[in-house]
Structures are given as structure tokens and as C-alpha cells.
């Protein structure tokens, strides 16, 4: 949760005693996930939460079980099937009318409803702005500890969640927990995790939850949902190759380099964080903990200096080339390639050497 | 309309460092500026009280020097500043957080009129979280309306409020009842120049500060970090990966760095270059 800009407590203080577990929680038991479902699809940071419970789970020796909420019972049952597939032993259906879209004031309900109903230790929700959304108000109601977009998560014996997060701006790692208060709730953006194999066939137990809900008592309503024209930005966090830049580039005009050789190599286009206080990028396009976090098979960081709020956001990447003038820059200890040089002059020729290798590439094919 | 907007005193983060050695902030000469999300919930209230008529409440709990924050509220055009402090708030995160500040917005209410909106930004930039907000929505009873893009119609007389909400793939449209919570989305509005008449009147104006007893907290436990049911137990800096970077040290001209650079791409991504290929092929068809 954490206001991580709290200090780290001293030692010997508060940090460092274990208290026993209060008598009432102990009987909490299991992971699970809060998967999100709008439009009837289930969002895919469902599935790598999934992927990522199944591990804490088995560490555990536990069940690992997800929630689906929503008004189209078929559509709970195929999303039910897809957690299954992806690592689920069991699922909870919530299925009302009032739960066609999401609305803070009925999911919430619904779900601590059901949390207090089976208890789970470990409950993981996507960082999306429905997640943050609904687990923020989720952890006030139970009065229980909440880590914010985790970047990974660990298990120990005694079933202590240890939930790691950049703090202070992304300059450094932290690693929080929930000690005496269940369920010890965190949140993980899109991509962070890797998509866990789908194993297909798999089934599981599925427990149907009534809500305890009326549409006539909800205040909020949904008058009308316009759907993104521009999908381009949705597909920035599962692109196969991303170029991104950063402060280096020295002017918002340089920034064409980085669009000329995305475009060159049918790639999407990001850039740092300081580049979206410059106003020179949408954030949308934020590449780093707090915009995007991108896994693609080729990533190319042009004049970024890589603090660690860039880096938990495109540690993922099978191969990043690193484009600094500086060879000391942050960003060289956790690229694969790197060559120093000034991106702004060194693009142009890339995006040249690029478009020659792959016509040729292509004739001799 | 009474609209209270809560604000935080963040450090700049462009301008934190960190001890190469301690793994420590070195906050010594780190300027304190106004949470930038923030500044999107305060122009949109500054608006609502330009189009409608309300007072403005800016909140703030932090240390004393917060004050310089809310005094630069005041000069943006909000009507009043309360600081919330105490040593006991040290440490809390966001569940004794929001604890504190919704006890702070019932004692405002109590003074001052019950506000129709409370405002936050969508997240802090030292804290990141966006649970805060969320929290006081909670434990006040508003109902909560998160990353709204645009506030469509506010209907003082029916207590009522359309907004549009940025969901993952769109734009929900809600309406609701008043009380609300609002967290704004950044790039809504654009932070007004307050007057040199407000920046004179601000530079006297008294910031009304309120300590835990002050807002009708009894029960310590439940501030700080003794009411924070997380708990920070390891601050680090991450490690190199264990195999350093090829560094690509190619001579000549930029031509050939950039020949040398997709050799060493290809090289290690052969199955890139084949689709790369395919795609550029497929583009010719």
C-alpha cells in the first residue's frame, strides 16, 4: 500500500516483530485472484495473476481459486473454463444483472462478500484502473493491507505474502507485507507477469455466490460506454518490438527518429517518463512502472537513461539495445546490447540499416 | 457547494538522489512541490465554483512545512487551506492515511458545510498507489468515482453528477448521487495562473491546523505507523543482471554502427529478423 514514501522503519522496531497471527484470521486459507471481465472478455492480466497464484499456491500447498463477476452466465462459464485452463482448482460465480458493468459500489459489495464468506489469504487484483479501483476500496472495507503494483511477489512458510514495488519516484525496490490482517491484498499491472501456459481441458470446482445486490439499490448508473477508436496505444504493452526515447533525444523534433524507425520495423512507439511531464508524448505511450509495462521480443531504449521505474517497466523484454551517450547510464546494467553513442544521429542510420537489411533479407528469400 | 480537494506535498521526484552507498533518500535540497496530479483535481474545482458558485477547501496532511503547499493552493483561488499534522500520522500508509484525512473531512464538514465533492488527484508521485482516494470514498460513504476525464453536468438542486470515467478500453458515462469522491485524470485541465491579488492575500492567509486530537481521533492506534497494516520491511536498490551488456564498439562512420548494431540484433534474434521479413513481405503483397 503503502505510502512508500514512508521511511523504512529502524531496526528493532515495529518491522522486525512478528507478532502472532490474530486467532480470527487463521483460518484463511488459499490464493486467489480477482480476475476483470468487461465487455464480456476477460482482461489478460487475469491470466498471468493466475499464472503467478499458481506458484504462491503450490509453494503454499494450497488451492488456488479465482472470482468472475458479471450478468451473462454463459460468458462466466467460458471465463470460469479459461481460469481453469490457466491454473485455476477452483472458481467463485457471481452472476446478477446488476453486474453487467463494472461499478465500484456493486463489485465491491460482491466481492468482500465473498472474501469474508471463504476467507482467502492471498488476494491478487490486476493494477488495471478497474483493479486499483476495486481493491482500493476492497482493502478500506476489510481493513487490510494493500500493495500497489507489485512487480513481483514471493511466498514464505508461514503464508507472509512478501510483495516487492519501486518506491520513492522508482529510484528504489521495496518489499512490503501484511503481517497480522488477512487477506494480504496486492495489485500487479498488465505484462508484468509473464502469460502462464494454457493447459487445455483442464477443469476444476466452480462455487456459485449469490450477490446480495439489487439494481434498484445501486445509486451509481452506466448511461453509455464509448469504446476506444484508437486501439494503436492498447497494443504498446503486447507488441513484439518497441522503440522508445527518452531524455537523450534532447528535443520534442527528435522524437520523429523514434516513430521513423518503429515504423520501419512495424514496431510500436514509447517513450520515458520525463518525456510525458515534457508533454512531448501522450501517457499513454509511458514506457516504466507508472505507464506501460512491456514485454516484446526486441526492445530498443534510444538516449533513456533507465532508472528503476523504466527498468521494472521493460526488465520483461527478451533483448534490449541500449542507445546512451553516456556509458555509465543505469540502463547499460540490464540491457543485453548496448553502444554509446547519441541516439539522435544514430537513428537515422539505423532506421536506414534496418530498412536495407530487411528488402535484402527479403529478395534472397 | 462546498468542494473540499485533498492535496500532498510530494518531493520532485526529477530530483531525487539516492546514496550510492546507504541505499538512503538524500532528502537534503529535494525542493517539495505539489503532487503535478493533483494540481487537475484543484483547476477542476476551481472551475466548478467559476461555473456554479462554491467554496473551496484545500486539504493537506504532512508535515508543517506542508503549509507551503496549501499557501500555494490559496493562490491558485482556493478559499481555504487546512493542515492536518501530527507526529503520531509518521509512517502511516494509505489505509492510516485515508483513516486520518476522511476524520479531517468530517470534522470540515462540521465547520464548514458538508462538501457535495472531495476531490484527489489519481495518484501520488512519490507513493504511486491511487488507494487513497479510493480509501476516504470507503470509509465516508461517497460514492467513488476514479479517473474521471470530464465532469458532463453537476445538478446542485436534484444532487446529482454525470461524469466520464476512463475505463480500460473506453469511456464509461456515469451518473450518481452527491456526496461524490473524484479522482481527476491527469491532462483534463490546465492549472489556472492565480492573480497577484490572491498571491498577496494567500502570502497572509491563515492555514487552519488541526492535530489528531483536534479531528476527534482518540484511538492513536489507528494512525501512523502503528495503524498501517503494511509494513516496509526492506528497502534496496536492484542488481545488475548477472551477465553484463555486449557493448557494440563499432569504428567508422554512423553507417557502420548502425550495420554493426543490427548484426548484433539479428545475431542474437534470428527469429525476429524472419518475421520482421515476413511482415515487410506481406506489406508488398
Avoid at chain 1, 107 to 118: A, K, M, P
Avoid at chain 1, 226 to 252: E, M
Avoid at chain 1, 262 to 277: C, D, I, K, M
Amino acid at each position: 500500500m503503502a505510502d512508500a514514501a514512508k521511511p523504512a522503519p529502524a531496526k528493532g522496531g515495529r518491522a522486525n516483530t512478528k507478532r502472532e497471527l490474530p486467532e480470527h484470521f487463521k483460518a484463511y486459507k488459499h490464493v486467489w485472484v480477482a480476475v476483470e471481465i468487461e465487455h464480456g472478455a476477460v482482461h489478460s492480466v487475469s491470466f498471468e495473476l493466475l499464472g503467478e497464484g499458481r506458484k504462491l499456491a503450490d509453494k503454499r500447498g494450497v488451492d488456488l481459486a479465482a472470482v468472475v463477476m458479471g450478468d451473462d452466465r454463459e460468458a462466466l462459464g467460458k471465463a470460469a473454463q479459461d481460469c481453469f485452463e490457466y491454473g485455476a482448482d477452483c472458481v467463485y460465480i457471481a452472476c446478477d444483472p446488476a453486474l453487467k458493468h463494472y461499478r465500484n459500489e456493486t463489485s465491491t459489495q460482491v466481492l468482500t462478500d465473498i472474501v469474508n464468506t471463504y476467507q482467502p489469504e492471498i488476494l491478487l487484483l490486476g493494477a488495471t484502473n478497474l483493479g486499483r479501483d476495486l481493491a482500493g476500496s476492497v482493502a478500506t472495507t476489510l481493513k487490510t493491507g494493500l500493495t500497489a503494483d507489485s512487480t513481483e511477489l514471493a511466498i514464505d512458510e508461514d503464508g507472509s505474502l512478501a510483495a516487492t514495488r519501486p518506491t520513492f519516484g522508482g529510484s528504489l525496490l521495496c518489499t512490503i507485507f501484511t503481517l497480522n490482517f488477512r487477506p494480504q491484498m496486492a495489485t500487479v499491472r498488465p505484462r508484468v507477469m509473464a502469460m502462464p501456459e494454457r493447459e487445455e481441458g483442464r477443469t476444476g470446482r466452480i462455487v456459485e455466490f449469490t450477490p446480495n445486490i439489487a439494481e434498484d439499490d445501486v445509486v451509481t448508473k452506466v448511461l453509455d460506454f464509448i469504446a476506444d477508436r484508437d486501439s494503436d496505444t492498447a497494443a504498446l504493452p503486447y507488441a513484439d518490438v518497441v522503440v522508445a526515447g527518452g531524455r537523450g533525444l534532447g528535443s520534442v523534433e527528435n522524437f520523429q527518429l523514434v516513430k521513423e524507425l518503429a515504423q520501419v520495423l512495424g514496431a510500436e512507439y514509447g517513450g520515458s517518463r520525463p518525456l510525458v511531464q515534457k508533454g512531448w508524448i501522450t501517457s499513454d505511450r509511458q514506457i516504466g512502472q507508472t505507464g506501460k509495462t512491456i514485454r516484446p521480443r526486441l526492445y530498443i531504449a534510444a538516449g533513456i537513461s533507465g532508472a528503476i521505474q523504466h527498468r521494472v517497466g521493460v526488465e520483461g523484454a527478451d533483448l534490449i539495445l541500449a542507445i546512451n551517450t553516456d556509458p555509465r547510464a543505469p540502463i547499460f546494467e540490464f540491457a543485453h546490447l548496448g553502444i554509446v553513442a547519441d541516439a539522435v544521429t544514430l537513428l537515422p542510420a539505423l532506421t536506414q540499416a534496418f530498412a536495407r537489411r530487411l528488402r535484402v533479407t527479403r529478395m534472397a528469400s | 457547494m462546498h468542494i473540499v480537494v485533498c492535496i500532498k506535498q510530494v518531493p520532485d521526484s526529477a530530483q531525487i538522489r539516492v546514496h550510492p552507498v546507504t541505499n538512503t533518500i538524500m532528502r537534503q535540497g529535494v525542493p517539495t512541490i505539489i503532487n503535478p496530479y493533483d494540481l487537475f483535481a484543484l483547476e477542476e474545482a476551481l472551475r466548478l465554483k467559476d461555473r456554479l458558485g462554491a467554496s473551496v477547501t484545500a486539504l493537506c496532511m504532512g508535515p508543517p512545512t506542508a503549509s507551503e503547499s496549501l499557501r500555494k493552493a490559496l493562490t491558485f483561488g482556493a478559499d481555504r487551506a487546512v493542515l492536518l499534522t501530527d507526529r503520531y500520522f509518521a509512517g502511516s500508509d494509505t489505509l492510516a492515511t485515508s483513516y486520518a484525512l476522511s476524520m479531517a473531512l468530517t470534522k470540515i464538514g462540521e465547520e464548514f458545510g458538508t462538501p457535495e465533492i472531495v476531490f484527489t488527484g489519481k495518484q501520488t508521485i512519490d507513493g504511486d498507489t491511487a488507494q487513497v482516494g479510493p480509501g476516504i470514498a470507503s470509509r465516508l460513504k461517497l460514492n467513488q468515482l476514479t479517473y474521471i476525464s470530464k465532469i458532463v453536468v453537476t445538478d446542485l438542486e436534484a444532487g446529482r453528477i454525470t461524469v466520464e470515467r476512463r475505463a480500460e478500453t473506453g469511456t464509461q458515462v456515469l451518473a450518481t448521487k452527491l456526496p461524490v469522491l473524484i479522482t481527476m485524470l491527469e491532462a483534463t485541465n490546465e492549472m489556472r495562473r492565480g492573480t497577484i491579488a490572491q498571491a498577496l492575500e494567500a502570502a497572509r492567509a491563515e492555514i487552519i491546523t488541526w492535530n489528531a486530537a483536534d479531528v476527534g481521533i482518540e484511538d492513536l492506534t489507528r494512525c501512523g505507523l502503528r495503524g498501517s497494516p503494511t509494513i516496509v520491511k526492506k528497502v534496496f536498490a536492484p542488481t545488475a543482471r548477472s551477465e553484463a551488456a555486449e557493448m557494440i564498439a563499432a569504428e567508422g562512420t554512423m553507417d557502420a554502427k548502425a550495420r554493426a548494431v543490427v548484426d548484433a540484433i539479428f545475431g542474437r534474434a534470428p527469429g525476429v529478423e524472419d518475421d520482421l521479413t515476413a511482415r515487410a513481405l506481406h506489406h508488398y503483397v
